[in-house]
């Protein structure tokens, strides 16, 4: 009881926190125009793929007057794919510069212009007959994706006090499970996922980017950017007060210069500078080790893919709909519990244990894919697998990976350790989204034999290399790694011996 009452007091004030000003309105703008948008995308191109598909074959006819061969629409189906990704590269990449230029609040303006663009192309392709403007669509809505992701987490850090800020971002998560959800909802037959919809389904997001194009402009610039960028005190105060309601917010913002003077006695590094630093090597082979098991744990995949997945495992056509809805709602559900399972097992349990089991789980995938044929039930033994799969997936390392970056690296070099990360996860995903239309037809099956070797390097790695992060410090984690040695040698004995040099 005495554990429980913190906790709901916590929870009481931070609802009357939201309500006594527009904060609660404008997390909700922020995040339908977010990454809500990017959570819809990776789920929301599944359902239409066969309409898509096809529509690449009488396109193609249309205009060579004969059909395209196979690999010539399995290519371009790739490029669809994978185009999302490249934009999504971009956009993550060009976000310092754009929001440093524009401002949040305009820099979130322009990039809801850039989802209408796309979702212009994307209706314009049909009626035109051309696959060409889907692939451009598909690189505008990736673009729009990663820079609307990254601002949508700086906007939500740099308008809520200390004491929220970090609730406050975490629904950045919850918006991307959301837009999952609703990518594989609206993909229903009943609703938008037929042969004569598929590109309004495609353009659902743009009708949220268009909302916030209307309303942000009458809410506030984020007062860190007013105070710390513009040095207009009173424009921050007012924004605290229109966002959080009437208050003196002086202690917030003597924060906000404290927590600025601190970044500038110690300057984030550049990516190259946190490359080139043999005090955090470990850190960096443990980080990108992490996020790329995840991201070719084959999870993108079967978001993506699912509804090539679940026809080759041998389930009805009219069926597969239903069921990738049922794997959204799966890891939205996870995705929430995580945050009470973190706290009570810790981070390693959580990363080497869901790898673990997901490792298992493509091998019994496999299993079951060749027997599909066997009994009209091994399909739906196919589907369970899959959301075992989810579950430990979300429950484990794609819930803790995402707090090992303020955990293993020190403010000085997060920006940077973020870059890197952001450019692995997109790269991986772009390199999955070409790559695995041509693996699913070369390997059939045994595809999944591979996802379940990277799930098993990164259940032994997590569980051999990688310290245990609750409840340390900086220092104390930092001196973990340190102590890691392979073949006798450490990364911090090699560091003293050019120092002594």
């Not at 919809?197 to 194009?213: D, K």
């Not at 082979?285 to 098991?293: A, D, E, M, V, W």
């Amino acid at each position: 009881m005495c554990c429980k009452g913190p906790c709901i007091k916590r929870m009481e004030t931070l609802l009357q926190q939201l309500t006594h000003g527009n904060a609660l309105f404008l997390i909700l703008v922020l995040g339908l125009g977010g990454s809500f948008q990017a959570g819809f995308h990776i789920t929301g191109l599944s359902s239409p793929s066969p309409y898509i598909q096809r529509f690449i074959n009488s396109s193609w006819h249309d205009r060579y007057e004969e059909p395209p061969q196979p690999q010539t629409v399995t290519m371009i189906w790739s490029l669809i794919v994978s185009m999302f990704a490249v934009g999504g590269l971009l956009g993550a990449v060009s976000v310092k510069f754009i929001s440093g230029l524009l401002g949040r609040k305009k820099a979130v303006i322009c990039n809801s212009f850039i989802t209408v663009l796309a979702a212009g192309f994307m209706l314009a392709s049909k009626n035109v007959n051309s696959f060409e403007m889907i692939i451009v669509a598909r690189f505008l809505f990736g673009y729009s994706a990663g820079l609307g992701m990254n601002t949508h987490l700086i906007y939500l850090g740099e308008i809520s006090p200390r004491k929220t800020r970090g609730i406050v971002t975490l629904t950045s998560a919850t918006f991307t499970s959301l837009g999952k959800v609703s990518g594989q909802m609206f993909g229903l037959t009943e609703i938008l996922g037929r042969e004569d919809t598929w590109n309004i389904l495609l353009c659902v997001p743009a009708l949220f980017s268009f909302v916030q194009i209307v309303v942000l402009p009458f809410f506030p610039e984020t007062p860190r950017y007013l105070l710390i960028e513009k040095g207009d005190d009173k424009a921050c105060k007012k924004a605290l007060q229109s966002l959080w309601g009437q208050g003196d917010y002086q202690q917030e913002m003597d924060e906000m210069l404290t927590e600025q003077a601190a970044i500038e006695a110690a300057p984030p590094v550049s990516l190259l500078q946190l490359l080139r630093d043999r005090t955090v090597r470990w850190q960096l082979i443990t980080i990108s080790t992490i996020y790329c098991c995840n991201q070719l744990s084959g999870m993108s995949t079967v978001s993506t893919f699912s509804y090539d997945i679940f026809l080759e495992a041998g389930i009805p056509k009219k069926k597969i709909r239903y069921i990738t809805l049922g794997l959204g709602v799966a890891e939205i559900l996870t995705s929430l519990t995580c945050g009470l399972l973190i706290e009570l097992t810790g981070r390693r349990p959580l990363l080497f244990g869901g790898y673990g089991v997901m490792s298992a789980c493509w091998i019994f995938v496999t299993v079951t894919l060749n027997l599909k044929d066997s009994s009209y039930w091994v399909p739906y033994i196919t589907v369970s697998l899959m959301v075992v799969f989810i579950m430990f997936f979300c429950g484990g390392p794609g819930g803790a990976t995402p707090t090992l970056n303020s955990e293993l690296f020190i403010q000085s070099n997060r920006m940077a350790s973020l870059v890197l990360t952001g450019l692995q996860r997109w790269f991986m995903f772009a390199m999955m989204g070409l790559v695995f239309p041509f693996l699913i037809d070369a390997l059939s099956s045994y595809l999944f034999l591979l996802f379940a070797c990277v799930c098993m390097l990164g259940s032994l790695y997590t569980f051999f290399l990688l310290p245990e992060t609750k409840g340390k410090t900086l220092l104390e984690i930092s001196e973990e790694f340190k102590a890691i040695t392979v073949c006798g040698k450490s990364f911090a004995e090699e560091t003293r011996t050019e120092t002594r040099l």
